[in-house]
């Protein structure tokens, strides 16, 4: 069964500030991983997704995040951060091209970005 | 080109009441996948459709039922509706698996 793991459900960081985001995932088989993120009110928007074509993957606003298999991690990460930036970011992870696994998506339980200015 | 489209966004019922939520996915998405989200529980998947049959099923009771229509429409429908169904209910499409999944605005359900 897959699982996903984020480190702090809160996190608060100055603006200009780096901005760094832990994920830690299990998966019996290699997996695609994605971050969202979800403002106030709304669905969940995707910033970026890794599907084994490179390790460090980089996504929209500024964001990236890099794979490290050895330690089963994918960290979200922004050199500098923006009041928009705050928001509940959420890892999750689905199975590779598995038919039988369909599009369903394990989620962590979210991290709350605080942006103090 | 037109996201992913919840309706209604915001609806409050009563406990033993059924409800009905619609989501019209991407033009060319033939995947719909319902999420609950709440604050206890975080999110959790409830059920996937492909092509009109049900390819994968969560941890809910049975009187969380879905279907999904030739157009690849979706809707999902909560029966006997208790205080714990409040929740915010995403709905998700995409191509196929392992593709990208994308989200809808939800609906926010209330249960008095």
């Known amino acids: 069964a897959q699982s996903v793991t984020q480190l702090g459900s809160h996190v608060s960081v100055s603006e200009g500030a780096l901005v760094l985001l832990r994920c830690n995932y299990s998966s019996s088989v290699p997996p695609y991983l994605f971050w969202y993120v979800q403002y106030p009110n709304q669905g969940l928007q995707l910033l970026l997704k890794y599907t084994s074509a490179a390790t460090l993957v980089k996504g929209i606003n500024g964001f990236e995040a890099e794979f490290k298999k050895s330690e089963t991690s994918f960290h979200l990460t922004k050199p500098s951060a923006h009041m928009s930036d705050a928001a509940e970011y959420f890892c999750a992870v689905s199975e590779e091209v598995n038919k039988a696994a369909g599009n369903k998506l394990t989620f962590g339980g979210g991290t709350r970005v605080l942006v103090k200015p | 080109k037109a996201g992913v489209t919840q309706t209604p966004r915001y609806l409050i019922k009563t406990r033993g009441q059924q409800v009905t939520l619609s989501c019209s996915p991407i033009?060319?998405?033939?995947?719909v996948s319902w999420y609950q989200q709440t604050p206890g529980q975080g999110l959790q998947f409830l059920f996937e459709y492909f092509s009109e049959t049900q390819r994968n099923k969560g941890n809910f009771p049975g009187r969380f039922s879905g279907r999904q229509f030739s157009n690849s429409r979706s809707e999902m429908n909560v029966s006997t509706l208790e205080l714990g169904d409040s929740a915010l209910y995403l709905c998700a499409s995409g191509r196929d698996s392992g593709n990208t999944t994308y989200f809808g605005e939800g609906s926010w359900l209330t249960v008095v």
């Open positions: 033009s060319g998405h033939r995947s």
